[in-house]
């Protein structure tokens, strides 16, 4: 079956870094997402990958291992507006998103 | 878990034809369902809010028109494209919050493949 694997919650400190671990197992794979939502609010898309390694984009970067089935979502320099949940979703054979059930972050001053 | 199942998963049609995707809640209710579609290998685009028992609330760039929203019970959203054509063919995705639930979050459906020949 096809499934994806994230924590549930994570606590990190203002400033800090943290790691968001995702891993998945799927029919084919043609990408992973990561996603960025607030309480209330959609969900909002933060990285693609789809190649190997780590692309970087401001104080997020995300990492991709296909031969591993796995992905992380790296958060440097920690705001307290960084509290939210990161979704990670996988994208099949077919193009359908298997969505992880999202790891609820929360920072601390 | 709340649970949100989308119908149909897949669906191809002929164009200028009209198609309906239906989205609903099973095990909660939901006053607002959001629908997003997703282009391959591109990111999910918000396309509208589904308010129960008022009108949907577009995002930019999308038609009203072409994509009707019908949020008529506290369990269903449904979308309609209207006139089908090829560069309709995308992923359409909807997720609903439930109702009295202040974490906000989201639970999303399976999503529903559209091919426009």
């Known amino acids: 079956g096809q499934n994806i694997d994230q924590p549930t919650e994570m606590t990190a400190t203002e400033g800090a870094i943290v790691q968001i671990n995702c891993t998945y197992q799927t029919s084919g794979f043609n990408g992973l997402f990561w996603y960025q939502q607030h309480a209330g609010e959609a969900p909002t898309f933060l990285s693609y990958?789809?190649l190997d390694g780590l692309e970087e984009k401001g104080r997020f970067s995300s990492f991709l291992s296909r031969s591993k089935g796995y992905s992380y979502l790296l958060l440097k320099e920690l705001q307290m507006k960084d509290s939210a949940s990161y979704l990670c979703a996988a994208v099949d054979s077919n193009y359908q998103l298997i969505w992880g059930a999202g790891t609820k972050l929360i920072i601390k001053p | 878990g709340a649970v949100v199942s989308q119908h149909p998963s897949r669906v191809i049609c002929k164009s200028g034809t009209s198609v309906k995707i239906e989205c609903r809640s099973l095990d909660f209710q939901a006053t607002t369902m959001f629908w997003y579609r997703q282009f391959p290998k591109k990111s999910l685009m918000l396309m509208a809010t589904s308010n129960e028992g008022s009108k949907a609330t577009y995002e930019q760039g999308v038609e009203k028109d072409k994509f009707l929203i019908n949020h008529a019970s506290l369990t269903l959203s449904t979308l309609t494209v209207t006139s089908a054509h090829p560069e309709d063919s995308s992923f359409y995705i909807c997720?609903?919050?439930?109702?009295?639930?202040?974490?906000?979050?989201?639970?999303f459906g399976e999503g529903s493949r559209l091919t426009v020949l």
């Open positions: 990958n789809v």
């Open positions: 997720s609903a919050r439930p109702l009295g639930q202040d974490t906000g979050e989201l639970f």
